[in-house]
């Protein structure tokens, strides 16, 4: 009985320590911040006039292959690369995405948004200031109409489908490597030289492969959504993803990083049963061989 007595005072105090000190250590180191916002809701009042149009992809070919390929491929459309990803990072700082792809990865609102301006866009004004500027210009100078005939355009070459790696491939390559994903060839190295990335960004983005672990799902969410809720002055821009987008990047990060969620799930609960009839019996045998000794 004295045992148990102090069983449950050991129990007790644990708890008292855990339920007082967690949550606020919790709250310090992961402050809550507003949930993702896939409807992009700042950028609404800057695309109404163009939201209120339709687009005409035929048109759209015409401006997007005029005014894009010169630094973007798209191998969709027969348009490769202009050079190769060290070259194209040393002329712009980062190597430019292939568009193939725009129109089924980014919310369409946020794309018209980023062809109008992308700094604001994507939430780092503040890293181009003193006469620097952002490598993509502008297309504020164009009509309404022009940009969402763009959008349609990107939207009507998008495939339909794409894997979880392939969502990550051209949402997230460009700057982060995930080398858990290929340990032996290194195809899942960031595009971008380190070199070229660390002077564009300040810093070399993390490697992604153990992310999904030392943030959680939760933190993702709301930091690729929009980096700047997370972490305030972050030179990482906010991407644009559409939620099944952001969803597909998240999963492939778990696949990656945290392979054995599933299993080491399940084995928890049959984990704490065992400790708990082996706590039974040690009690038991304690009990049977010291009683002569109280």
Not at 50 to 56: F, H, R, S, T
Not at 151 to 160: D, E, Q, T
Not at 195 to 221: F, N, T, V
Not at 249 to 262: F, Q
Request: hydrophobic share 40%; with cysteine; glycine share 6%.
């Amino acid at each position: 009985m004295r045992e148990l007595k102090i069983l449950a005072v050991v129990i007790v105090l644990t708890l008292i320590t855990y339920w007082g000190v967690e949550p606020f250590a919790h709250s310090q180191m992961h402050p809550h911040v507003a949930p993702a916002d896939f409807k992009f809701s700042d950028v609404q009042e800057d695309v109404k006039d163009i939201k209120a149009l339709k687009g005409d992809a035929a048109n759209g070919e015409t401006l997007v292959t005029s005014n894009c390929t010169a630094c973007h491929s798209i191998e969709a459309k027969g348009f490769p690369q202009v050079m190769d990803n060290a070259s194209s990072a040393a002329a712009y700082g980062v190597t430019p995405p292939d568009l193939s792809s725009a129109g089924k990865l980014y919310n369409e609102d946020y794309l018209a948004a980023f062809i109008k301006n992308p700094a604001k866009a994507a939430k780092v004004e503040h890293k181009f200031v003193d006469g620097r500027v952002h490598p993509m210009p502008g297309y504020d100078w164009m009509q309404p109409q022009e940009i969402a005939d763009m959008v349609a355009f990107l939207k009507s070459i998008a495939p339909k489908e794409m894997t979880n790696k392939e969502v990550f491939i051209d949402a997230c390559q460009r700057c982060h490597g995930i080398k858990y994903a290929d340990m032996q060839k290194g195809t899942m190295a960031a595009f971008t030289p380190d070199a070229e990335i660390k002077k564009y960004m300040g810093k070399l983005p993390p490697d992604l492969s153990q992310y999904i672990r030392s943030r959680g799902h939760e933190y993702l969410e709301t930091f690729v959504n929009n980096p700047q809720k997370q972490l305030e002055g972050t030179a990482m821009p906010r991407v644009g993803l559409s939620e099944e987008s952001q969803a597909q990047v998240v999963a492939y990060l778990e696949e990656i990083g945290d392979s054995k969620k599933a299993q080491r799930e399940e084995l928890g609960p049959k984990f704490l049963i065992y400790l708990v009839i082996f706590a039974i019996f040690a009690f038991l045998w304690k009990a049977s061989k010291w009683r002569d000794v109280h």
